[in-house]
């Protein structure tokens, strides 16, 4: 599992490599909450005993603590990207970010400049990525919804796609039709959760 993480993550790295410094202290085991061996019920709000991050938050797997509240820990990566690269991970258990309610986001997200900042001047970075990989098609390795904030320096040349030459977005049919799309499905979930909420009322 680690080195399929590995290979995905090495995948947005540039091939002369990325000045990453590899983490010197605790060091958390691979997770045994990918999908493969996650419960029955993916979306189970209940500490998984096969989560290394619900471990974690149990105090039964070592990590560096950065950062707790009653919501939500921080702890540095042991794989890092880059020095200082964080994960802020939601007390509770939710397989992905699509999973997780807004609540427990809002928590979250509120957490990053508070904390982004302090691994910058930690670190000497002036800039930080913000990352979710939602989905294993997106990377997503371990399977409790985390964000992670990695420190970046200028010319540090951590992900490929940042040479690549970006072309401007054409404005025709299809993409006319795919934000149309898109818009009728928000409208949609939006009104099915209005319902929902007037249900409870």
């Given at each position: 599992?680690?080195?399929?993480?590995?290979?995905?993550?090495?995948?947005?790295?540039?091939?002369?490599?990325?000045?990453?410094?590899?983490?010197?202290?605790?060091?958390?085991?691979?997770?045994?909450?990918?999908?493969?061996?996650?419960?029955?019920?993916?979306?189970?709000k209940t500490l998984g005993n096969d989560?290394?991050?619900?471990?974690?938050?149990?105090?039964?797997?070592?990590?560096?603590?950065?950062?707790?509240?009653?919501?939500?820990?921080?702890?540095?990566?042991?794989?890092?990207?880059?020095?200082?690269?964080?994960?802020?991970?939601?007390?509770?258990?939710?397989?992905?970010?699509?999973?997780?309610?807004?609540?427990?986001?809002?928590?979250?997200?509120?957490?990053?400049?508070?904390?982004?900042?302090?691994?910058?001047?930690?670190?000497?970075?002036?800039?930080?990525?913000?990352?979710?990989?939602?989905?294993?098609?997106?990377?997503?390795?371990?399977?409790?919804?985390?964000?992670?904030?990695?420190?970046?320096?200028?010319?540090?040349?951590?992900?490929?796609?940042?040479?690549?030459?970006?072309?401007?977005?054409?404005?025709?049919?299809?993409?006319?039709?795919?934000?149309?799309?898109?818009?009728?499905?928000?409208?949609?979930?939006?009104?099915?959760?209005?319902?929902?909420?007037?249900?409870?009322?």
């Amino acid at each position: 599992m680690e080195a399929r993480r590995l290979a995905i993550l090495s995948s947005h790295l540039c091939p002369s490599g990325s000045g990453s410094v590899p983490a010197r202290s605790s060091t958390v085991s691979a997770s045994g909450c990918a999908s493969d061996r996650q419960s029955l019920d993916p979306d189970n709000k209940t500490l998984g005993n096969d989560c290394v991050f619900c471990q974690i938050i149990r105090g039964e797997s070592p990590a560096l603590k950065l950062y707790e509240d009653d919501m939500c820990l921080c702890i540095l990566d042991t794989s890092p990207l880059s020095r200082g690269h964080s994960l802020i991970i939601p007390k509770s258990h939710f397989s992905s970010l699509d999973t997780t309610p807004p609540s427990v986001v809002a928590a979250m997200c509120s957490k990053v400049p508070f904390i982004g900042n302090a691994i910058m001047k930690a670190t000497g970075s002036d800039s930080f990525n913000l990352l979710v990989n939602n989905g294993a098609a997106a990377g997503q390795v371990i399977f409790h919804t985390h964000i992670h904030i990695i420190p970046r320096k200028a010319r540090d040349c951590l992900w490929t796609s940042e040479s690549l030459h970006r072309r401007p977005l054409k404005l025709d049919q299809e993409t006319s039709g795919l934000a149309s799309r898109v818009r009728e499905l928000l409208l949609n979930i939006s009104e099915k959760s209005k319902v929902q909420v007037s249900s409870l009322s």
